[in-house]
Each structure stands twice: as C-alpha cells, then as structure tokens.
C-alpha cells in the first residue's frame, strides 16, 4: 500500500494522523485499519435491558443484570452489543421517552453501575452502543417544563402552535397530522394554551431541531456518552427527526378507508424530511472527530427508520458523497420478508440491498428486534436456524434481537390485564393482541428455574413464556444438538475470510430453494442453501458449483438429518421443510 492510499483512507475515516519521517509502519497501519474497520463484520447483539436479567429482585432488567450476563456474551462469540435506553424515564414508552439523557434510570441502576458495565465489557472485548433517542424527550423532561413556561432560552425547544379557534368556540390542531401510535400528533396544553408536536405518545413531545440549542443540546450529550467509553450509538425514530416548515395537511394515502389508522394518511410532511440528512452528517462529523482526538476504535452510527429504500441509501451517503451513518438498519427480512416469501423473494430483497447501497460501503441485515414479532412467530418455529444460517453467512453486519440464538417465541396470550405496552393500551381491549409489543418482549429464558432464571422476584413485569421449562438456553447448552449451539458455531464460521471479504454469489434452485456462494478465487467457498417451504427437496445445484468440488456439511440445523462433516453430493442434496445447510465447497486434491 502506498503512502498516498494510506492518507487517503485515513482522510476517508476522518481522521488526524500525525505522520512521523518515512509515513506509519506496518503495525501503526494495521492498528489503524483495526480501529477504523472493526465494525464491518459484526454481528450487533441487541439488548432489551428491561427483558435480559434482574439483579436486584424487583422484576425488572437491570444494568447489573446486563453486565452478569456478559460472560455468557462472550462465550457465545458476541463481541458488541447494543442496549435499548437505558436513560431516566417515566417509562410511558418504556424508555423512549428520556427525562434526563444523562442519567441511568433507576430501576436499572447508577451511572457507576453503567461504568462497571463499560469496564467488564472492555475486560471481554465487548464493544457498547447506547440507543440514542433525538427525536423526542419525556414530556417530565425539565426542558419541557420550562419550554411550557417559556423560560429564556427554552421557548422555542419544542415544536409548539395555536391551532384555530373556530367560531363556535372550538380549538381544532394546526393541521391533520397524526400519531404513529394513535390520534392527532398534536396534543394540547393547558398551561401554555397551545398544541406542542408528539409524532409518537401524548408523552413524548418532538424537540425542535431547527432550534441550534437543541442541537447543541444533544451533542453535549452525544460528548458526555462518549467520554463513558461507548463505541457509538444506535439512532431512534430519524426519519420523524423534522416536519415540514410549512405544516401543510398531509394528503390522503388511499389505502384505507379508517380516518383513525396512521396508515389514512401519506406522510410526506412528517417523515423523511430532507433536513434529517444534514443532522445525521453533522453527528457523523462529531464522532469522528472524537475517534481522531481519542484511543480506541472509531465510534459509529448505526439508523432506525422504515423508509424507502433510495431515501434509506442516502443515509450511507448523500448525492454529493457527503457521509452519514456508517449504516441505516436494514429492515427487510422484517418488512418484506415472511413465511408466505418464495426463495426468489428472499434472493431478490438480499439483491435488491447490495444493488442500492452506494458502492465502498457495507450491508446489514437486522433479524429482529423489540417492535415485531420473533423470527419463530414470522417465519415459524421450524425456520429458526436457516434464518441464522442466512443472517451469518451474508455479506456485511448482522444484528441479533436477544433471545433469537435460542429461537424464543412471541408470548401473544398477555391479557389485558398484563399488558404494559403503551400503544396497545391505547387500542383497548378488543385490537390491543395484534398490535402489542409486549409479546417479543417477555422475559429472556436462562434457565427451568422460576423465572425462567430471569429474577427471584415473586412477579415479572411482564410474564414470562409458559414455554421456558424446555425451551431455555441451560437445556440448550446441555443438549447435543440445539438452536443455540448451531448459532454459537455460526458466529465461529465468521472469522472465515471467505465470509469476511466473499463475493457474494446467489441463485434461485427453485421455487422454495435458494442458495448463495462466499467465494475468493482461490480458496475454499462456502456455500449456503435454504428451503423455505414446509416441503421436503432434493435438489440438484452442479451447475451452481464449480466441479470438480467437494462439500461437506459445516453446519446443519437441530432436526437436520445432515451432520457437520457430512460429504454432500452436489446431484442430489436432501433438505427437510425449513432446512438450510451452510457447505464448504473444497477442490478436490
Ligand atoms: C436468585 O436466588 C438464588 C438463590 O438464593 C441465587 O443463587 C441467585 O443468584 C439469585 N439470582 C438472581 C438473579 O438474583
Ligand atoms: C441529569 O443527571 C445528571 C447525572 O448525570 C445530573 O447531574 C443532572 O443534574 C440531571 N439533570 C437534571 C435536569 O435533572
Ligand atoms: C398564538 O396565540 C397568542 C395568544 O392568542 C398570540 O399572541 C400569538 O400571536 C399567536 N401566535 C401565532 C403564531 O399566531
Ligand atoms: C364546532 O364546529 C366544529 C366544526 O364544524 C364541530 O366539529 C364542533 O363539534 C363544534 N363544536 C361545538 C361545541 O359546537
Ligand atoms: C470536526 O472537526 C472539523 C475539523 O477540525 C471541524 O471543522 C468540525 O466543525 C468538527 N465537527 C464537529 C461536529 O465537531
Ligand atoms: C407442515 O406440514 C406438516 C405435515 O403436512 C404439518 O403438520 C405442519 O403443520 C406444516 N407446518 C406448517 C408451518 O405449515
Ligand atoms: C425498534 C425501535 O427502536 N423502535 C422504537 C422507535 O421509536 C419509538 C418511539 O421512540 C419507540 O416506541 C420504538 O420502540
Ligand atoms: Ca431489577
Ligand atoms: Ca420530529
């Protein structure tokens, strides 16, 4: 590499290096790319703080509950982690609505208990991304209060109107905006007499970003984060980042009849605003400038939103080749994907991903997390280890919500009664089952113990699944075969360079049948293949192949009658409903 490259790159990252006589060694430049490119083949395991493990008996998750369960991480081949928030809040949004951003919450700890955390994962090699949550703060936020009370400096916070008083006497919203969750987006206040935004809960006001106090605001506590050790930040709910200047109706979407439905409207006014780019770009600068002022790796940024896939690319970076998050979470195995998915769908969204995203940047598939149902309740039980095999074995990062290395399952019969979930409380008793996120988010299952060894409480703040005597990871641990064993040794496969740096090369077999190669000319290929349909193939891939090759099975499912180290013939391959086989393809000597 020559010495221009190696400025070029450093330059690319955003990074001040301090070049002495001669340019850097062979060391300081693997050490450079080390920190600069150890997130590109992660898999990012997410942690429901509230669900993982309660320390202290109350019921509740907590961050020494986190930092119990880290050993168990690395053992696993975990080696990053990002944590739902973990901040002060009410918990009206269980945690996405932040009455102090930087303070823990108290029932899941102190900020020494957070440091502790930070210090035992750094002990493991475990990097620590924070959810971050710009869009709205708690409505118990003392910002809020003092915006109410157009306290100097603190007017202008949130996003506040008049509305129209109509003749009669009526105040009626500045407009037809909605809730995501449910009603006008406006809510009104009696003390300021005026509607303040709330794109999500009554309780969780929209800051306003056009207000440079508030950006300041939250680099300060973007800073104050980063100087606790994190590796960077998860970003919630940015496409609602800004709304239209103009506040102008949003046109009807045509795709349902019920006025109330978020679904009534086409948010062109109140989602993906042009404006959220510049933001995330000036955040992207914030960190890698501190990456270039401070040891260790460079901090990162990772995007929620549920947006079309162009707008999402733009993310990665804009028309003008300016960078924002390392990347946007890619939601398709969520959103597009399903059991009723033929193989040339999955083939053709995986495609689709690599085909968009702007070249010299890196993919991600995210297989779940606490806003949707578990893989085993989308694609069924059955389908738990292919769609393990198929996240791992992809190009790029994957991101694994906890409990789906065990193939944990919705827990949908919650009562009403139990039910905590602020949006299906406000469903009401008849709609609040389909839509609640209480289901995905039950306790994790340790263990047969009470509990499922989640806490020694006498009642969990949601219950566990009824299914935990079986299915928990000590039964998992212990038993020959298991969900858990076959994503343990997946997680292993990945130090492969053939999944590391792979081409990736796919094919549609048939309907039901998908496979893709891992290939660098040269080496040993790995190759992939997955049934997705409740019927059994046997399936003929030699044209696929390069013969002469020889296969063996690297890593088969719980209830495969294929064995690691199996030869495999490439005429007649034998897959079981829901069955993938992840395949070594070797030349023969
Ligand atoms: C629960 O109680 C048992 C027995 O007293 C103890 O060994 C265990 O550590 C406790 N677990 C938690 C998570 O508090
Ligand atoms: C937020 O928490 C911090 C502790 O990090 C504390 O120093 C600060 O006073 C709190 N802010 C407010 C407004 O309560
Ligand atoms: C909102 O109402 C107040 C009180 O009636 C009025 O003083 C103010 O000018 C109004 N603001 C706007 C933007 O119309
Ligand atoms: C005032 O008029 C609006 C619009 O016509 C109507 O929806 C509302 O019910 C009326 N309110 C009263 C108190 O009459
Ligand atoms: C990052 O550093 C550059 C160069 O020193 C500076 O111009 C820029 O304002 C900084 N950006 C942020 C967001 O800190
Ligand atoms: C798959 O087929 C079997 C046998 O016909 C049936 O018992 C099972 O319910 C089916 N599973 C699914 C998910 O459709
Ligand atoms: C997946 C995720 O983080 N979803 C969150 C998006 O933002 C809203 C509002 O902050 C939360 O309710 C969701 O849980
Ligand atoms: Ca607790
Ligand atoms: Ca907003």
Redesign the pocket.
């Known amino acids: 590499m020559g010495f221009g490259k190696i400025i070029a790159l450093a330059v690319s990252v955003g990074l001040v290096v301090c070049f002495v006589q001669g340019g850097p060694s062979k060391k300081e430049q693997k050490a450079l790319e080390e920190k600069n490119n150890w997130w590109k083949n992660e898999v990012f395991y997410q942690i429901y703080p509230r669900s993982f493990q309660d320390n202290d008996g109350d019921g509740i998750g907590d961050l020494p509950g986190v930092t119990s369960r880290l050993e168990y991480l690395k053992e696993t081949g975990i080696t990053a982690i990002w944590m739902s928030p973990i901040f ?1 809040s009410p918990m009206v949004d269980f945690g996405y609505d932040i ?5 823990i919450h108290p029932e899941y700890g102190t ?1 020494d208990d957070f440091d502790a955390l930070i210090a035992k994962a750094n002990e493991l090699g475990i990097k620590v991304i924070l959810d971050f949550v710009p869009n709205h703060s708690s409505d118990k ?2 910002w809020f209060a003092k915006s109410i009370a157009r306290e100097d400096g603190y007017e202008d916070f949130y996003v506040w109107e008049n509305g129209t008083l109509l003749e009669n006497g009526t105040r009626v919203p500045p407009n037809n905006w909605r809730s995501v969750f449910s009603g006008s987006a406006w809510e009104w206040n009696d003390e300021r007499e005026q509607y303040y935004l709330r794109q999500f809960t009554y309780a969780q006001p929209d800051l306003n970003y056009r207000n440079p106090a508030v950006v300041q605001a939250m680099d300060d506590t973007l800073q ?1 984060w980063l100087n606790k050790g994190v590796a960077g930040f998860r970003i919630d709910a940015i496409i609602y980042i800004y709304e239209d200047i103009q506040q102008r109706d949003e046109p009807l979407s045509g795709t349902t009849s019920d006025p109330n439905s978020y679904d009534y409207l086409d948010h062109i006014y109140t989602k993906n605003q042009d404006e959220g780019y510049g933001l995330l770009q000036h955040w992207r600068q914030l960190l890698d400038n501190y990456s270039a002022l401070n040891e260790g790796p460079l901090r990162i940024m990772m995007t929620e939103g549920y947006a079309p896939l162009t707008k999402l690319m733009d993310y990665y970076e804009d028309a003008q080749g300016v960078q924002g998050p390392q990347f946007p979470f890619n939601f398709d195995f969520i959103t597009e994907l399903n059991a009723n998915s033929l193989a040339a769908d999955f083939v053709f969204f995986i495609e689709r991903w690599l085909i968009y995203m702007p070249r010299g940047h890196v993919a991600n598939w995210v297989m779940g997390n606490h806003d949707n149902p578990r893989v085993a309740s989308r694609f069924g039980a059955q389908s738990v280890d292919a769609m393990n095999m198929l996240m791992m074995t992809l190009p790029g990062i994957g991101v694994t919500y906890n409990g789906e290395e065990l193939g944990m399952i919705d827990y949908r019969d919650i009562s009403w009664e139990e039910t905590v979930d602020q949006p299906a409380c406000e469903a009401g008793i008849d709609n609040y089952k389909w839509i609640s996120r209480d289901p995905e988010r039950t306790p994790m299952q340790w263990s047969d113990e009470a509990n499922a060894g989640f806490s020694n409480a006498s009642a969990t703040w949601l219950p566990v699944h009824p299914n935990y005597k079986e299915l928990n990871l000590r039964n998992q641990q212990q038993a020959q075969r298991s969900h858990y064993k076959v994503y343990q040794s997946l997680l292993k496969l990945r130090q492969l360079s053939a999944l590391k740096n792979g081409a990736f090369i796919p094919e549609v077999v048939n309907r039901r049948v998908f496979a893709f190669k891992r290939e660098i000319k040269g080496q040993n290929t790995l190759l992939t293949i997955i049934n997705v349909k409740n019927q059994t193939e046997q399936v003929d891939i030699s044209d696929f192949i390069d013969l002469p090759n020889r296969l063996h099975v690297l890593v088969a499912g719980v209830d495969s009658e294929h064995r690691a180290g199996e030869r495999l013939s490439p005429e007649a391959i034998a897959l079981a409903p829901y069955e993938g086989l992840v395949i070594q393809l070797s030349k023969r000597k």
């Open positions: 002060e009455s102090n951003y930087t303070n900020l936020h003392p104050f």
